[in-house]
């Protein structure tokens, strides 16, 4: 079955701190993977994505993720964390190969930026 | 510009109750969608709607109905409410282009007692 496996429930970094989140993928075709970003009692917003093409995706808010064939990986990462930047992360993938927003989740994961 | 609009905010049923869910977007898009999210589990996908007049199952349908009989609102009924049902609900909408990504509604929390 299709699957997206976010390893970290949660994930504590220093502010001016390197950040990454964990994302796995189950292998199916060639899937579209996703990053949303959920504030308190708001609704998910839309971070970047990867369709095909350069393995490092940039996207909003100076977030980019690595995306790893090998692996099964895509991984979000920031160079410097904000506190601003604490909330939850949602990696997400394309049911099979086309993007019809149909969308299989992770579990989320939290980060949490300290001053 | 409002993007995607979900009322009520908050709910609170009773088992056996019914209530609708609705959700209102103004960008135009083809596609909805209704996603519950639960501690834990991320998102899953209720229905969904590739335009006017039609539906179809996602991945949890079974208690839930919905209709779209217009092309910027898309009602998700509970015909009798069920405790397992409690959760947050999340409706979002995309142009339905290839690579185009959803756009969410700030979500409606409902308690079932």
């Known amino acids: 079955a299709q699957s997206v496996a976010q390893p970290e429930d949660q994930v504590n970094v220093a502010e001016g701190n390197p950040l990454t989140v964990k994302c796995t993928y189950s292998?199916?075709?060639?899937?579209?993977l996703f990053w949303y970003v959920q504030y308190p009692n708001r609704g998910l917003q839309f971070l970047l994505k990867?369709?095909?093409?350069?393995?490092l995706v940039k996207g909003s808010y100076g977030f980019e993720a690595e995306f790893n064939k090998s692996q099964t990986s895509f991984h979000l990462k920031k160079p410097s964390a904000l506190v601003s930047d604490s909330a939850l992360y949602f990696c997400a993938r394309s049911r099979g190969s086309s993007n019809t927003g149909k969308l299989i989740f992770g579990q989320g994961t939290t980060l949490q930026v300290k001053p | 510009n409002a993007g995607v609009t979900q009322t009520p905010k908050f709910r609170v049923l009773k088992t056996g109750q019914s209530m609708t869910l609705l959700c209102a977007q103004d960008?135009?898009?083809?596609?909805m969608y209704w996603y519950r999210q639960d501690p834990g589990m991320g998102l899953r996908l209720i229905h969904y709607?590739?335009?006017?007049?039609?539906?179809a199952k996602g991945e949890v349908p079974d208690g839930y109905n919905v209709s779209r009989l217009k092309k910027q609102n898309f009602l998700l009924g509970l015909e009798s409410a069920a405790p397992s049902q409690t959760s947050v609900y999340f409706c979002?909408?995309?142009?339905?282009?290839?690579?185009?990504?959803?756009?969410f509604g700030n979500g409606t929390r409902l308690t079932v007692t």
């Open positions: 960008m135009n898009h083809e596609y």
């Open positions: 292998v199916s075709g060639n899937p579209y």
């Open positions: 979002a909408s995309s142009p339905g282009t290839e690579y185009s990504p959803l756009h």
């Open positions: 709607s590739v335009g006017e007049g039609t539906t």
């Open positions: 990867y369709i095909t093409g350069d393995n």
